[in-house]
């Protein structure tokens, strides 16, 4: 069970820390992966992160402002979002799935595992 914390309300230029605690996991045996879907659009990676080596990935748009990690001894991982904008709103999602789809974690079909999500706005 993966189960997804931190969002909120926060202001454009503010900061938020999300984070993706598993239960019956043990998450530095997957690739982790966050997800954001927002209102009549797709779901859309914006970052992963490997459980072998700790490779990262980001999308283009996030490179810079988001920063993913994980802390093993508490079996979380993190992302933590800087400078946000109106864009960065939606909800977001932690998913987890084998180490051998890290070449594919931008897509949501490659992940055998979700959390329920977590609400992200950001107001103008």
């Known amino acids: 069970q993966l189960v997804e914390s931190g969002g909120g309300l926060v202001q454009s230029g503010g900061s938020l820390r999300l984070s993706c605690e598993a239960s019956?996991?043990?998450?530095?045996?997957?690739?982790i992966g966050w997800f954001r879907q927002a209102p009549g659009k797709v779901r859309e990676g914006v970052s992963c992160?490997?459980?072998?080596?700790?490779?990262?990935w980001y999308e283009d748009s996030e490179k810079g402002r988001f920063t993913i990690s994980r802390d093993n001894a508490k079996n979380t991982v993190y992302l933590q979002m800087n400078s946000l904008t109106p864009k960065d709103t939606g909800v977001y999602y932690c998913?987890?799935?084998?180490?051998?789809?890290?070449?594919?974690?931008?897509?949501?079909?490659?992940?055998?595992?979700w959390g329920q999500g977590t609400q992200v706005t950001v107001s103008s």
């Open positions: 992160i490997s459980g072998n080596d700790g490779n990262t």
């Open positions: 998913a987890a799935t084998d180490p051998t789809w890290f070449s594919l974690c931008v897509s949501p079909a490659s992940y055998d595992y």
């Open positions: 019956g996991l043990t998450l530095d045996n997957y690739v």
